[in-house]
């Protein structure tokens, strides 16, 4: 009986040693600022569910202070200076050019959730595993924030082609600086960090390319004077959340599989509800304040839809490439827009 329970004894203890020494921790970067809700909120919970769907074989570690630049979070996971990070889509168009989908001039519109519904069932339908997919990383989750609209720092708003050539305007780089350009406006382009900078100085009559929330993260408030509101959106951030294959290969399958059951379509559309929430709490805000809210005349809108054509058909022959048919890939996108708007009503 003894030499009985010393072997059940001995099995249990090295049972418990196998699976310690299976346990992985993933050290998850987070590029913003501590308390900023992807940090301080959005990641905690990503661990949770980690932690609970592989019952503590997995978790995640997230350091005090970003490991990488805003722009090199990719570069960060595959040089294996973290194990995984979230990036924004617009710094992965140069090796996954299937990301940039949902972030071209006005496929957004002014729903967070939706929009990272859509672009989950988008991206599993059109580009996971595929040419135009990241490569050397795993996909975790897909994430978007509130489509952006124009904001004037003069007292007439912007609604006109006429009102954009008059005025000197900040917008996001890429597409959305691209377009500004198109409508003959003088432009100053940047990260959304400088923006503070660039507007208290007065360097420019107005911006675009953010959400209402961004007038409170950036203490844009004083100097703003009305809102162009658009119906589709000029721009409308979307961010990945991945894990380096090395670290993922060091997963068991059953792990693996429970993870991605913890995350993907539905951890976007919860992570995306903070950004929303912050969208509809400073749109209220603002309504009692003097930023004067105008709808976009829907010539003016349409007007730009076509000098945005370009960067569209641009990344349609970009993604041929790849053997993806672009057009229908944003064709679909909107379907599932509209489909998951309907879902999460």
């Not at 100053?188 to 007065?202: C, D, F, H, K, W």
């Not at 090395?246 to 599989?257: C, G, L, T, V, Y």
């Not at 022959?317 to 944003?330: C, F, N, P, R, T």
């Amino acid at each position: 009986m003894k030499t009985l329970k010393s072997a059940l004894a001995a099995s249990l203890f090295a049972s418990i040693g196998a699976t310690a020494s299976h346990a992985e921790t993933i050290l998850f970067n987070c590029f913003v600022p501590a308390q900023h809700h992807l940090c301080a909120k959005v990641l905690p919970e990503m661990g949770r569910r980690i932690s609970e769907a592989t019952e503590g074989r997995v978790t995640i570690s997230i350091p005090p202070k970003s490991l990488a630049g805003a722009g090199s979070q990719y570069e960060g996971v595959t040089q294996q200076v973290m194990d995984g990070a979230i990036s924004f889509n617009g710094f992965l168009t140069n090796v996954a050019s299937g990301l940039e989908y949902s972030i071209l001039p006005f496929q957004g519109r002014e729903d967070a959730a939706a929009a990272s519904a859509a672009q989950w069932d988008t991206y599993q339908k059109f580009f996971a595993g595929t040419a135009a997919d990241m490569k050397g990383v795993v996909v975790l989750a897909l994430y978007a924030q509130s489509g952006a609209d124009m904001w004037s720092m003069l007292d007439t708003p912007i609604n006109s082609l006429d009102d954009l050539r008059s005025r000197k305007i900040w917008a996001l780089p890429g597409a959305t600086a691209n377009l500004m350009q198109a409508t003959g406006s003088a432009v100053v382009s940047g990260p959304a960090t400088q923006m503070l900078e660039i507007i208290s100085n007065r360097v420019v009559d107005g911006y675009v390319g953010v959400a209402w929330n961004s007038l409170n993260t950036y203490k844009l408030t004083s100097y703003t004077k009305s809102a162009t509101i658009l119906d589709r959106k000029i721009f409308q951030s979307a961010f990945t959340f991945f894990v380096g294959e090395d670290k993922w290969a060091r997963i068991s399958p059953e792990d693996q599989q429970a993870i991605q059951n913890a995350l993907g379509r539905d951890f976007g559309i919860w992570a995306s509800g903070f950004a929303q929430e912050e969208y509809e709490k400073a749109r209220q805000e603002y309504a009692d304040t003097a930023v004067e809210v105008v709808p976009a005349d829907p010539a003016f809108e349409q007007e730009l839809i076509e000098l945005a054509r370009p960067a569209t058909e641009a990344w349609i022959e970009k993604v041929a490439a790849d053997g993806i048919d672009g057009a229908e890939v944003l064709k679909f996108y909107q379907d599932a827009y509209d489909k998951a708007l309907a879902e999460l009503q």
